[in-house]
């Protein structure tokens, strides 16, 4: 396919919105599958809605999901300027020649499009199939305002031409602006893009993605430690199915693979314990020196738990496998780094799992083991040690090691026992078990 332009038009008024990054994906996709051009034009004419900094968040966070674009505000290119409260003059001077044409007409202060008869507005959607508008549905439309700014058909026709966009890809809310922009490029003499409504993100009960039911700015995904690929691989599976029905596939194979006519225009539900699920997939394919990175360089932990990087990566060693998050490693492997605080909450699990006679001379047992320093200390040899004084006391595996859990961490579900004792070292160990003997 030649000369494939596509666009995604953000508005500065506030987050960077999940959904509008699924379309913009998508459209990245596209263009680079057909050695396209893809381009980021800012929707700014809402001066009232404009937040300080939206702009420059959008460049941010898409660079951090890894998108790159070869025309935009940020960077200029051939047909700038890309942002529309830079285009004011060129929309006046569109409009003015369609009332110089008689083709629109001033009405206090507005100008209007005539809404001229004909055949209805039909296109192939190349998500949906052929749609169809009757005219008779619409009425003359507002180009440019009493204010002299522009509507957002308008300007939006307006810029489709001057940067020559050969496909609109966008969400299926947008579906019924279609006719009316439809109506302005018939008004110009321009053929229309083709067009590619997107099913749009919804809830597990199927209402629409919003902020009262879920995350829907992609700030939040970045900062609990979702990783990019995990994420742009979650949005290919949004709308779309992998032909061998793979879940796990990278940008390349999606790109490969893509053809919007494959997109399924049922709307797909957001997921977010799967998205968490295939997180940790990708996760677990980072070395561990490379996840340690991620979580250091990402701020995803205080700066003093490692100042030992070699202690820090032997946690992440043996977290990796519990991880679905980068932001979920401080909150399960807290213990690794800081004291535990000796609670009545603590010592009643303990309590509740080592009560009586036999729990306590299990403890006791276990001190003076620990503290033989002819014992290697390494994981193995701490499972075989302890295992003989579980049966020694007769107690169930699960109230021996889960008791013997909750002293040394204060967690109930960790990393491998005896792999996080051998972490913790002797002398942490050994205090923490002496800590919970003199609160009972």
């Not at 004419?45 to 939206?54: K, L, N, P």
């Amino acid at each position: 396919m030649e000369n494939v332009r596509v666009r995604i038009a953000p508005s500065p008024t506030g987050m960077v919105h999940v959904g509008n990054t699924h379309a913009a994906y998508f459209n990245y996709v596209f263009a680079k599958k057909n050695n396209g051009t893809f381009i980021v034009r800012l929707d700014d004419t809402d001066a009232q809605r404009f937040v300080e900094g939206a702009e420059e968040k959008v460049y941010e966070l898409f660079t951090w999901l890894g998108l790159t674009w070869q025309e935009g505000p940020d960077i200029g290119g051939p047909y700038a300027p890309y942002r529309q409260s830079e285009r004011f003059d060129r929309y006046a001077k569109v409009a003015q020649s369609l009332v110089d044409e008689g083709k629109a007409y001033e009405h206090e202060g507005a100008i209007f499009l005539k809404l001229p008869e004909g055949k209805p507005f039909v296109f192939n959607d190349l998500v949906r199939g052929e749609v169809s508008f009757n005219r008779a549905d619409l009425k003359d439309l507002v180009l440019m305002r009493s204010n002299a700014t522009p509507t957002y058909h308008f300007a939006t026709v307006v810029d489709e031409i001057d940067h020559k966009i050969s496909h609109v890809i966008r969400g299926e809310d947008h579906l019924s602006n279609t006719p009316k922009q439809m109506m302005i490029f018939e008004a110009l003499g321009q053929t229309p893009p083709f067009y590619a409504h997107l099913p749009l993100l919804r809830n597990p009960d199927k209402s629409k993605l919003s902020k009262r039911q879920g995350h829907v700015s992609l700030q939040w995904y970045k900062d609990e430690g979702i990783l990019p690929e995990a994420l742009k691989n979650f949005f290919g599976l949004m709308g779309w199915s992998h032909p061998d029905e793979k879940e796990v596939f990278s940008e390349d194979e999606f790109v490969q693979l893509f053809n919007l006519e494959d997109v399924n225009p049922t709307a797909p539900v957001f997921d977010l314990e799967k998205l968490k699920w295939l997180n940790g997939v990708y996760i677990r394919n980072l070395s561990v020196n490379q996840l340690s990175d991620l979580l250091i360089d990402g701020g995803f932990i205080s700066k003093d738990w490692y100042e030992n990087r070699e202690y820090f990566d032997r946690v992440v060693a043996v977290a990796i496998e519990r991880m679905r998050t980068l932001s979920e490693f401080a909150l399960q492997n807290r213990f690794f780094f800081e004291d535990l605080e000796a609670t009545g909450e603590w010592g009643e699990k303990v309590l509740s799992l080592l009560d009586g006679d036999s729990g306590k001379a299990y403890l006791s047992d276990i001190v003076l083991v620990l503290t033989d320093e002819s014992l290697d200390w390494n994981a193995k040899l701490l499972e075989e040690s302890m295992r003989k004084l579980q049966e020694k006391h007769d107690l169930k595996p699960k109230n021996a090691f889960m008791g013997l859990r909750y002293i040394i961490t204060g967690e109930k579900a960790t990393p491998p026992l005896f792999d996080t004792m051998e972490i913790l070292g002797r002398e942490k160990v050994l205090k923490r078990i002496q800590t919970y003997r003199a609160m009972t």
